[in-house]
């Protein structure tokens, strides 16, 4: 299983950003999607995730601005962020999990928040 992300880049505060996770390989069923974030310095933290009931929970920081998608007939998961802040600057990474115990990370996209 192969995940590859596209969709960061720099953008100015207020802005707005879609990143993209392309899954490839052997994924019959996906039990959970996420996007976590580092910041230098910092702990990877989740900022958002969806369950395979389509339950989904954000991240504090992240709420009413961020939002997490997936298009199954693309195998792609997506983060569309909005009314970007300074502080969300940081290497975003997709992860998914097909079944408890197994999951798969992306190579990370940086985005930086900045004027």
């Known amino acids: 299983v192969q995940l590859v992300e596209s969709g960061g880049g720099l953008v100015q505060p207020g802005g707005s950003l879609r990143l993209s996770c392309a899954a490839s390989?052997?994924?019959?069923?996906?039990?959970?999607m996420a996007w976590y974030r580092q910041a230098p310095g910092k702990q990877r933290e989740l900022v958002a995730r969806?369950?395979?009931?389509?339950?989904?929970d954000y991240a504090d920081s992240v709420k009413g601005r961020f939002a997490i998608s997936r298009d199954n007939a693309k195998n792609t998961q997506y983060l569309q962020m909005t009314s970007l802040k300074p502080e969300d600057s940081a290497v975003y990474y997709c992860?998914?999990?097909?079944?408890?115990?197994?999951?798969?990370w992306g190579q990370g996209t940086q985005v930086t928040v900045s004027s």
């Open positions: 969806r369950t395979s009931s389509s339950m989904t």
């Open positions: 992860y998914i999990s097909p079944s408890i115990g197994v999951g798969y």
């Open positions: 390989g052997n994924i019959n069923s996906i039990r959970t």
